[in-house]
């Protein structure tokens, strides 16, 4: 099972790592920390493109494989106990 925790390990990080630098692309919805750093600058006449909406697909479905790697984890390592 060693092996199996080293690839969910190394699956959980870049996971971690990408899920961060997607969640960063994301435009800023207003009023707060995104207006500080001049996420208010843009105009508010583009709506929901489809870059915006593959991005949100894209970070949910990272998201998915952020959780499930989580979950797996704990189970390997609550059957290795056991052992």
């Known amino acids: 099972m060693t092996v199996l925790r080293i690839v969910l390990q190394v699956l959980l ?3 971690s790592l990408f899920l961060t630098l997607l969640i960063l692309l994301h435009k800023g919805k207003g009023g707060g ?3 500080m750093f001049g996420g208010g600058i843009s105009s508010s006449l583009s709506g929901s493109s489809m870059a915006e909406r593959n991005l949100n697909r894209f970070t949910i479905t990272i998201a998915l494989v952020w959780s499930v790697s ?3 984890l704990g189970l390997v390592q609550r059957f290795e106990l056991e052992s």
């Open 70 to 72: 989580i979950v797996l």
């Open 33 to 35: 920390l995104s207006d």
């Open 13 to 15: 990080a870049l996971s």
